[in-house]
């Protein structure tokens, strides 16, 4: 049961942008939501059970948030039973559907990744995710936001020869960009 108090984090939490997705399969969510680490939500809505990968392992601001999210229409419905196995899969083949939502949850999880990923390996896939993303939707501003995270990612991983690659990447989007493409 969700008391008042982790309402209004949760609230809070989907408010900030904190939600990345939420799928709904028959009665039941799923979702991904950023806290200290990256979340995942399951929460029947028949029932009110849930379950959530925090600490606390349920009843916490990131179901809260999940529920705000999904009474502010913010989810995807499926009708996949693959779907309960595999919910961000599911997630990312709507994603997929709306290269700008893609786009901005990429960039969400990219900034995300920027200041928890030890291993700069979830930073990279997400930077490609990234740069394809941004190809697609001809959004230029991006291009700033990603060399920034770049920059910084380049600091911390300065011995990586995947810092190179990734600085190659992004000036190979930036000179189709000044050529129009």
Request: negative net charge.
């Amino acid at each position: 049961m969700l008391d008042e108090g982790t309402i209004k984090k949760g609230e809070r939490y989907y408010k900030s942008g904190k939600v990345l997705w939420v799928v709904k399969y028959g009665n039941r969510l799923f979702s991904k939501v950023l806290g200290t680490y990256p979340y995942y939500v399951v929460l029947d809505l028949e029932t009110g059970k849930n379950s959530c990968t925090c600490p606390l392992g349920g009843d916490c601001k990131h179901v809260a948030a999940t529920l705000e999210a999904y009474e502010n229409g913010f989810f995807f419905e499926s009708f996949e039973k693959h779907t309960e196995i595999y919910p961000e899969a599911t997630a990312m083949e709507f994603l997929a559907e709306v290269p700008e939502l893609a786009l901005n949850v990429t960039l969400k999880e990219l900034i995300f990744a920027l200041n928890t990923d030890e291993s700069g390996s979830e930073f990279a896939k997400l930077f490609r995710r990234a740069v394809a993303l941004t190809h697609i939707t001809k959004r230029r501003e991006v291009l700033y936001i990603l060399k920034e995270a770049l920059d910084e990612y380049s600091r911390v991983f300065s011995d990586y020869e995947l810092s190179t690659r990734l600085k190659h990447e992004i000036n190979v989007l930036e000179e189709e960009f000044q050529k129009g493409l």
